[in-house]
């Protein structure tokens, strides 16, 4: 689909006014935006901005989603040695990095600390269990999210079902690894660790670097209401 046949079928569903969900659930939003677009699900490119992402949005939603993952060459500490020396046991007893860090010590002595160039996870001891170049993130975020378009929805529901009144679309495109350094620092970027003991060797489900749905135009320098 080209993005000038996604602004006016938008416009299209936008003039209708409220339109009743296609599917109960969270997953209502996007499944009826995309079928009133005439979109098969989970497959929209909008080639004339370089891949763009859709993304369906619910007024109200306080969603977190992720926007990349990323530990390749990120580990200054051993990951086992890490989880036998900073995890917490879960109800198992198994052993685990599973925090959502910020800038202020949590339970296990851990925290994170940015400088001009990088962010790190590390211990009160003095420890720094892994570090992410801004440089390097920066070409994650790219990867996986090039550009994005955000299709606003107010919603409503008439008794058990769900209503949606698509008004606004924005196209959000280009970052930096300035804008990713003060989004962390002020907590919009959220930093999730997220790995356990497996016995020889550490099982990391990939660091989470994570978002509010209602920031994501906050994490891009350009945005444009297209529709």
């Not at 949005?57 to 989880?83: C, K, Q, Y």
């Not at 378009?149 to 529901?157: D, F």
């Amino acid at each position: 689909m080209e993005i000038n046949e996604f602004i006016e079928k938008f416009k299209q569903l936008k003039a209708q006014g409220y339109v009743k969900s296609l599917r109960k659930g969270p997953t209502g939003i996007g499944k009826t935006l995309e079928t009133y677009l005439g979109i098969k699900e989970n497959n929209i490119s909008l080639p004339d901005f370089d891949g763009a992402e859709l993304k369906a949005h619910r007024d109200d939603s306080s969603n977190l989603i992720t926007l990349f993952t990323f530990n390749r060459g990120a580990w200054v500490m051993n990951p086992l040695e890490a989880v036998k020396k900073y995890g917490t046991a879960d109800e198992n007893g198994r052993l685990g990095l599973y925090f959502t860090m910020s800038f202020k010590m949590n339970s296990a002595g851990l925290l994170l600390y940015a400088d001009e160039e990088s962010v790190s996870v590390r211990h009160i001891d003095g420890s720094t269990l892994v570090r992410w170049r801004f440089d390097d993130l920066q070409d994650q975020f790219e990867k996986k999210i090039p550009a994005l378009v955000i299709a606003y929805a107010r919603t409503e529901y008439r008794g058990d079902d769900e209503y949606f009144q698509f008004y606004k679309a924005i196209l959000l495109n280009n970052t930096s690894k300035d804008i990713l350094r003060e989004s962390i620092k002020n907590g919009i970027i959220l930093v999730d660790l997220r790995l356990h003991d497996k016995g020889t060797m550490a099982r990391n489900h990939g660091t989470g670097f994570r978002i509010y749905e209602k920031n994501l135009p906050l994490v891009f320098s350009y945005s444009e209401v297209i529709a």
